[in-house]
């Protein structure tokens, strides 16, 4: 009996960031994986149960609300912004500092922003360039970048920076082709969302 019920056990997914995107991720995964959400309003845990995660209250700005965070998940995806202000992420480093508590995440996926390479004047390059971030909000996504490498193994999705752009590459995202890779991305160190690669393998992105 012990043994069928590691065999059935469904993986666990913790969502950091719950918002537009992550509710798409969400209504592809669920109820294949366990989905946990992370959210600092308690009017939203409602809304989250209803689309099949389990609610976690806790506030990125708060370290002390995120304690109980890294012995539940077996991966993670971060989509939560950095702060307004400031050239650093502290969110970030909260974040990771929880989850080292625990030690059960094998997996963590970041969607950081196709800033932080500045402006390329349009041209196509994968993700070996060589950062370079010209507004304080990229250099924040380059400090959470930078954090996570310390962290452990990490792959990152590199999507526009405006909000209305998010919605382009998250409709492959949610497509047959992108499930399998969505698929991957929780079996392989890569994910397939918008502009991506994984940590040996540069993915090809386009900047306007």
């Not at 509710?23 to 669920?30: A, D, E, I, K, T």
């Not at 502290?90 to 974040?95: E, G, I, S, V, Y």
Request: charged share 20%.
């Amino acid at each position: 009996m012990v043994q069928a019920s590691k065999q059935t056990r469904r993986p666990t997914l913790l969502i950091v960031g719950c918002g537009d995107v992550g509710q798409r991720v969400l209504r592809l995964l669920h109820p294949r994986w366990r989905v946990l959400a992370l959210t600092s309003s308690t009017e939203r845990r409602a809304v989250l149960r209803q689309q099949g995660a389990v609610p976690l209250l806790g506030n990125l700005d708060e370290p002390a609300t995120l304690d109980r965070l890294g012995g539940l998940a077996d991966a993670v995806l971060h989509l939560a912004p950095p702060p307004l202000h400031g050239d650093t992420d502290p969110r970030t480093r909260a974040l990771i500092q929880a989850l080292a508590r625990g030690g059960r995440v094998r997996r963590l996926v970041y969607a950081s922003t196709t800033g932080v390479y500045g402006d390329c004047g349009g041209q196509r390059f994968d993700e070996t360039r060589a950062v370079a971030p010209a507004t304080d909000r990229a250099r924040r996504r380059v400090d959470a970048e930078a954090s996570l490498r310390a962290y452990g193994p990490v792959s990152y999705t590199h999507l526009p920076g405006a909000v209305s752009a998010i919605r382009l590459p998250m409709r492959a995202f949610i497509s047959g082709e992108a499930s399998a890779s969505t698929k991957a991305l929780f079996s392989r160190t890569k994910v397939s969302a918008g502009s991506s690669a994984g940590p040996n393998r540069p993915n090809q992105v386009l900047m306007s």
